[in-house]
């Protein structure tokens, strides 16, 4: 039978739109491939980004950074991460020298004491690896425990070096109890067992155990500070009194060794200008979300500010 006019019109207009369909199809392939190829760049670009920035693209000889920030023992310096960070430093063998950024007011003799030990045992491993410690705004007390445990210490002249002692502070309060009528009731076995609690009157012997217990852990940082300047330590009657002092007078006293920045080190001391931060970080989500929000947050505060300024 033959095709009459209309099925002809019908099959053309079929065909035609088939092969529209499958061209829209490609299309549609083609846009989802380049779309997931830019995607699959801008993370490798984002990744080279954070790389950069972090320092973790220097391949050649280079000076191992580790910064220890912020109280030592609480949630900014903590001796694992730090610990890991150190033999991390030593074992890569680019490393000219560690060099320990610190920027501290002190913290747990603990701390300190387990980070000073490593140090000093990684650098008896590793003999042609020195270690440096460069001193920001405030090394004192446990900070300063740890620096002394490196090869040279470097200051600015306007830092604040030392607090070589030890504290344990607390409050009183029976006076004040007293004159709000409140009764402290503390029931323990064991005499000691409420050891200098602060709602109950002081305890002369409870005091005296505390202050023997202070007076040998500071031995315990005099010791370290002794054994770790060694023969530059010029000692005073105040030295170890918890006193703290500048910069330049700290050289002075041979509790550092010179003026210095980082990058002063790297350049002049270690020879090796490259930085690699061995600082332990967050990991890779984090500091690309943290980064994109930054970006993403410059981007958009002057569009908000000009918002804000129309009404």
Same mark, same amino acid.
């Given at each position: ?8 019109e019908? $099959? ?27 995607f699959v760049?801008?993370?490798?670009? %984002? ?10 693209l ?20 903590? *001796? ?7 033999n ?19 913290g ?21 690896? !020195?270690v440096y410690?460069?001193?920001e ?18 200051? $600015? ?32 076995a064991g ?9 109950? #009157?002081?305890? #002369?012997?409870?005091v005296?155990? *505390? ?22 330590l010029h ?7 918890? %006193? ?10 041979g509790?550092a060794?010179?003026?210095g ?18 600082? #332990?970080?967050?990991?890779? *989500? ?8 930054t970006?993403?947050?410059d981007?958009?505060? !002057? ?9």
């Open positions: 039978m033959a095709e009459g006019p209309d099925n002809w019908r $099959d053309a207009l079929e065909r035609l739109l088939f092969e529209q369909l499958k061209e829209q199809r490609k299309a549609r392939r083609w846009a989802i491939f380049f779309r997931s190829l830019f760049w801008l993370f490798l670009l %984002l990744m080279m980004f954070v790389a950069h920035e972090d320092g973790e220097t391949t050649g000889p280079h000076t191992a950074l580790i910064n220890i920030q912020g109280e030592i023992g609480g949630n900014d310096v903590n *001796a694992d991460d730090i610990l890991a960070a150190l991390n430093a030593f074992e890569d063998k680019r490393s000219k020298a560690v060099v320990l950024r610190i920027n501290s007011p002190g747990s003799p603990v701390t300190a004491g387990i980070i000073y030990d490593e140090i000093r045992r990684l650098r008896a491993k590793n003999p042609n690896v !020195p410690a460069v001193v705004d405030i090394c004192a007390s446990g900070g300063y425990y740890i620096a002394a445990a490196a090869d040279r210490i470097y200051v $600015d002249k306007a830092s604040l070096v030392g607090s070589i002692g030890v504290l344990m502070d607390g409050f009183g309060f029976t006076d004040g109890m007293k004159k709000l009528g409140v009764e402290r009731r503390l029931l323990t005499e000691n067992k409420g050891f200098l609690d602060p709602f109950s #009157p002081e305890d #002369p012997k409870q005296a155990h *505390a202050k023997a217990m202070l007076a040998e852990i500071h031995q315990q940082f005099i010791q370290a500070v002794r054994q770790g300047r060694g023969k530059r000692e005073t009657p105040d030295m170890f009194s918890g %006193l703290v002092w500048n910069g330049a007078k700290s050289v002075e006293l509790l060794d010179g003026l920045s980082l990058d002063y080190v790297a350049r002049e001391v270690v020879r090796a200008e490259d930085i690699l931060d061995f600082t #332990p970080q967050e990991n890779l *989500a984090d500091r690309l979300a943290r980064r994109l929000g970006a993403i947050g981007a958009v505060r !002057p569009w908000v500010k000009q918002q804000l300024s129309l009404h």
